[in-house]
């Protein structure tokens, strides 16, 4: 089946840094897509969602960037600050059916 | 406002035995939504539940059952459990009427001995 995934499963940056944390996704039918952040121990944490017939969405420090034609999500984390460590997913659906298909997860470490 | 709660927080089960994990979503939702999470992974969707019917249904075996109750709140079930079957399961809630935004549970920590 198509799956969403992930370019790097760690990601190292200072604090302060924009973080960038990329996805690229194979099903061409997804209209819908969402990063998710989970901490150690917790469940999934909403971040932001996106639409296909958008192409950028903002919220407080983060962006999210979808690419349609290469089939490329990424989030933007700006000023990162350590509370910002976890493992972030990316996760896709289509048809408003709510089942949700998740990435394997990046891990994202801020260093002081 | 309660976001989704689940229960246990942790359950350690052995060969062969039957586990259910319960979930209420939040309130207001409708919809519920399992989830099996593997150490290291992303989650995995089992199925989904909106007024008490099982609506869509991932590639899981029938050792995995669910139900919803009149009350938007849903139980998980699995039989004959196996070591693979450890795992986090975590629940989702969402409005059908809403869009696709699924708000999770802390899930339960399932571990088969």
């Known amino acids: 089946g198509e799956s969403v995934g992930l370019h790097l499963p760690t990601l190292s940056v200072q604090e302060g840094d924009n973080s960038i944390i990329n996805c690229a996704y194979s099903?061409?039918?997804?209209?819908?897509f969402i990063w998710y952040k989970q901490e150690s121990g917790k469940g999934p944490q909403f971040i932001i969602d996106i639409r296909s017939n958008m192409d950028k969405r903002q919220g407080q420090r983060v962006t999210v960037l979808l690419n349609k034609t290469v089939k490329h999500l990424s989030l933007q984390i700006a000023a990162t600050q350590p509370g910002d460590s976890a493992v972030y997913f990316c996760a896709d659906s289509w048809g408003g059916g709510n089942k949700l298909t998740f990435g394997t997860g990046t891990q994202l470490k801020v260093e002081l | 406002d309660a976001g989704v709660t689940q229960s246990p927080t942790h359950l350690i089960k052995t060969r062969g035995q039957q586990v259910t994990l319960r979930c209420s979503p939040k309130?207001?939702?409708?919809?519920v939504s399992w989830y099996q999470q593997a150490l290291g992974q992303g989650p995995q969707f089992i199925f989904q539940?909106?007024?008490?019917?099982?609506?869509q249904r991932g590639n899981f075996p029938d050792r995995f059952s669910g139900h919803q109750f009149p009350n938007y709140s849903s139980e998980l079930n699995v039989n004959a459990l196996l070591l693979g079957d450890s795992a986090l399961y975590l629940c989702?809630?969402?409005?059908?009427?809403?869009?696709?935004?699924?708000?999770f549970g802390p899930g339960t920590r399932l571990t088969v001995l």
């Open positions: 989702a809630s969402s409005l059908v009427t809403g869009g696709d935004e699924q708000f």
């Open positions: 539940y909106y007024e008490e019917e099982e609506r």
């Open positions: 309130s207001g939702h409708d919809t």
């Open positions: 099903n061409s039918a997804s209209d819908y």
